[in-house]
């Protein structure tokens, strides 16, 4: 071993560090947990969890446009299905934790940055009073995608524990991200989708029929 090189550290569950020598003959390594896992009044590492908790990071998110919160994670967690009520921008979307619980399949309980959200469905245009069928809007249209940096899904009785009978179907935890310390920054990020017709079908008009 050359006395000005170096040792690299790993284990699963742990950030890799790697520690020059520069001659010491005794070294003291500390490793860092890569998997801090939120469980509502708190952080956890990965290792010393024991509930059921789905998470998912920015880096695990999906690439690509997302409009909503829940399209970063759709089809990325275990036991969490997510659908969108139309293909009609800022739409419903409807989070399902372990399948439907209910007739009615229950929605989980949205708790921003600590802050629970309310889960009543948005209806626009006094549809609670019977004008017009405006479809629901996603209650979460207020959060940028880009400012998230992880979402955790409480999936087991420990959810209620902490927020009661609303997390009787889940926790949905997001967490928006924060300042770093560093210089200030500017970023763009320019998007670009189309959406067509996949078979364009040649049917009777009026006088035809």
């Known amino acids: ?55 998912a990071e920015a880096a695990a998110f999906n690439e690509g446009l997302s409009t909503s919160p829940e399209q970063l994670v759709q089809g990325r967690l275990a036991g969490v299905q997510i659908s969108t009520a139309s293909g009609e921008p800022g739409a419903g979307a409807a989070m399902v934790v372990r399948g439907l619980s209910s007739i009615r399949g229950g929605a989980p309980l949205y708790v921003v940055d600590g802050m629970p959200l309310s889960d009543n469905p948005l209806y626009p245009g006094g549809v609670d009073l019977g004008f017009g069928t405006t479809p629901s809007r996603n209650g979460l249209n207020f959060l940028n995608p880009d400012d998230i940096q992880r979402i955790d899904v409480l999936k087991d009785a420990a959810a209620a524990a902490i927020y009661g009978a609303r997390a009787a179907n889940g926790v949905v935890l997001i967490t928006t991200k924060s300042g770093t310390g560093q210089r200030h920054q500017l970023s763009y990020a320019p998007t670009l989708s189309v959406s067509r017709i996949g078979r364009q079908y040649e049917l009777l008009n009026r006088e035809q029929f």
């Open 1 to 55: 071993m050359p006395a000005q090189g170096s040792l690299l550290f790993s284990a699963v569950g742990y950030q890799p560090q790697e520690v020059p020598l520069a001659g010491n003959q005794q070294l003291e390594v500390w490793l860092l947990s890569s998997h801090p896992v939120a469980i509502g009044y708190g952080t956890i590492e990965r290792t010393d969890l024991v509930g059921a908790v789905a998470s």
